[in-house]
């Protein structure tokens, strides 16, 4: 009887300390954290002289919007593997604000990446070839960018709509900043607030800005 009336008593305390870890994921989840804790402004963007699609807004702005926009419908988080490369329904992964991001700006990144791919297969990972994923891994796309866009400092320099990209995770740059004026990130993540102060959270290994090195798409 002793026994059972300490396991209901550990039962207990379980219980609550889940309720706590799953309050404090949801504290930062939605962006309360820094509401209440945080002091943010918002800054300029360095516009592209480029306007892809032509809509009146250059690339640097589109992108930023782009991002703005995927949050904005605040995705879930799942990894899923889909026919058509595209996700189908509500889930999605970090790598799934990159491709909308820039199709805001006029750019089918897919087929960027596809393209790159099948041509230049050794600059990639082995198991590439797969046009359902390939564009939606984060490696691919680092090897992408590397190739073939501005790649800037890791530690500076960075403007809103720049791509961010970390070991296991990527990222954009936003025009919200913190009290020390370091930039916000933009990015779906399991964990963390859409929008939040977490730029260097982790090791940065790629810092990107639309603008293809030959001028050309």
């Known amino acids: 009887d002793s026994i059972m ?6 039962g207990n305390y379980l219980v609550l300390f889940l309720i706590l870890i799953l309050t404090v994921i949801s504290f930062y989840k939605t962006g309360l954290y820094d509401k209440i804790f945080k002091k943010s402004s918002t800054i300029e963007i360095i516009k592209s002289d480029i306007d892809k699609d032509n809509d009146g807004i250059d690339d640097y702005s589109d992108i930023l919007e782009g991002a703005k926009k995927f949050i904005k419908s605040e995705p879930k988080y799942k990894s899923k593997y889909y026919n058509g490369g595209y996700p189908t329904d509500e889930y999605r992964v970090c790598t799934d604000l990159i491709w ?5 700006a006029g750019y089918d990144f897919k087929t ?4 790159d791919i099948k041509t230049n297969k050794d600059a990639y990972d082995s198991d590439v070839g797969d046009t359902n994923i390939d564009f939606r891994r984060v490696r691919n796309i680092k090897v992408y960018l590397d190739r073939n866009v501005k790649s800037l400092s890791l530690d500076k320099d960075f403007n809103p709509g720049d791509i961010i990209v970390y070991k296991n995770h990527i990222a954009i740059v936003s025009d919200k900043v913190n009290s020390k004026g370091k930039n916000y990130i933009i990015h779906q993540h399991a964990f963390y607030n859409y929008e939040d102060d977490g730029l260097f959270r982790d090791k940065i290994i790629g810092h990107y800005r639309w603008e293809f090195k030959d001028g050309n798409e």
């Open 5 to 10: 009336r300490l396991f209901l008593r550990f």
């Open 100 to 104: 909308y991001a820039l199709d805001n």
């Open 112 to 115: 960027l990446i596809d393209e």
